[in-house]
């Protein structure tokens, strides 16, 4: 069985960020898993039994200076280090613009070819095949490159699958940073959120509300529905600009794209660019006035009913359980 590597992306506070499951599944789907994380020096052996948890047979640790800072070179010279002495068949990083970035950079940097957001892979004899959801979910196409190892952007969420619990074999690479190439010059924040809710990106569920909601004030009764699952807060673009919710909140095609195990649309009337960020969902949930809403034409359970008669109810029985 040929390894894959799977790059581990984690927090600014050095925790493992909630791809983590998702793309060791989808390594696991074609191969050997491999966790290639960066980390600063000393910071990783407390991630190794949890990787390993999670289905990593190996785990590479790459230390670097630079690690949790903006840049992205070190991932890259971690994969290409890790490229060089384990022949992998296959490269995996998370669809979000970091995994973008590194894959397109590690791409070039080792000359393979890169497909990007796949939802599903499989082997077939030493080709990897990858597949994709596109134009807004209207068809499922598949890709693969000539040539090994292939690069692949894995959609987050999208794969799912029961890990084999290993006692990972750990290799430390320290990597040494060349100021010349990249380096961080000053960092600006200028927006702090702070929530308690999980982000949308890789959350396991997430509540949605669209212009059905109608004004800021009532778009609370998202936020109610989400806190009592636990759920991130997302919306249509009609929510977003409207501004019933800020655009950091936006599912589909110009927003994120979500795959979580729940989805929950209040008031959304499932246009096909809102669709595009959602379909792969596990679970559908629409609750919506208009029994002819395109948005049941993909729900798994909908409700043709007043979100605001329909929601206050799920909640008590939610929170009366
Ligand atoms: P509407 O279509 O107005 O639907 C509102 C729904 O709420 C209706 O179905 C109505 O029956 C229901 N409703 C009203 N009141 C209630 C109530 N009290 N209880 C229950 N139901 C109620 N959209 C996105 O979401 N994401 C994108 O990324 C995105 N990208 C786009 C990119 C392009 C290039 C374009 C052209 C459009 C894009 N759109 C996107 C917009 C998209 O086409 C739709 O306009 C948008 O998704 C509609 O949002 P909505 O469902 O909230 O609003």
Same mark, same amino acid.
């Given at each position: 069985m040929s390894n894959i590597l799977a790059l581990i992306e984690v927090s600014s506070n050095g925790d493992l960020r909630d791809s983590t499951s998702s793309l060791l599944a989808a390594a696991a789907r074609i191969g050997s898993p491999v966790a290639v994380v960066v980390t600063r020096p000393g910071a990783g052996s407390a991630l190794v039994e949890r990787l390993g948890n999670l289905g990593a047979a190996q785990v590479v640790l790459a230390e670097s200076d630079q690690a949790g800072t903006l840049l992205v070179t070190p991932q890259v010279d971690a994969l290409a280090a890790a490229v060089s002495t384990l022949a992998p068949g296959a490269i995996l990083t998370v669809n979000s613009v970091e995994g973008r970035d590194v894959a397109a950079r590690l791409g070039v940097r080792i000359g393979a070819g890169l497909v990007i957001d796949a939802v599903n892979l499989r082997s077939e004899g030493l080709t990897i095949v990858a597949t994709h959801s596109v134009f807004g979910g209207a068809y499922t196409v598949e890709s693969t490159v000539q040539g090994r190892p292939l690069i692949v952007t894995v959609r987050e969420g999208a794969i799912e699958g029961p890990a084999d619990a290993a006692v990972p074999v750990v290799t430390t690479v320290s990597l040494t940073s060349d100021a010349r190439n990249s380096a961080v010059i000053d960092e600006v924040i200028d927006l702090v959120v702070t929530s308690t809710r999980p982000g949308l +990106?890789? =959350?396991t569920r997430v509540v949605s509300g669209g +212009?059905?909601?109608?004004?800021p004030e009532k778009f609370a009764l998202v936020d109610q529905l989400a806190d009592a699952l636990g759920a991130a807060v997302g919306a249509s673009r009609a929510a977003v600009d409207a501004g019933?919710?800020?655009?950091?909140?936006q599912v589909g095609q110009t927003g994120v794209t979500v795959s979580p195990q729940l989805y929950v649309a209040l008031g959304i009337s499932g246009a096909i660019q809102h669709r595009a960020g959602m379909?792969? /969902?596990k679970t559908i949930v629409a609750i919506n006035?208009? =029994?002819? /809403?395109?948005?049941f034409d993909i729900a798994d359970f909908g409700i043709v009913g007043d979100v605001f008669t329909v929601v206050p109810q799920l909640i008590a029985a939610i929170e009366s359980r």
């Open positions: +990106r890789g =959350a +212009r059905g909601l109608g004004s019933f919710v800020g655009q950091t909140c379909q792969t /969902a006035k208009d =029994a002819d /809403a395109p948005i």
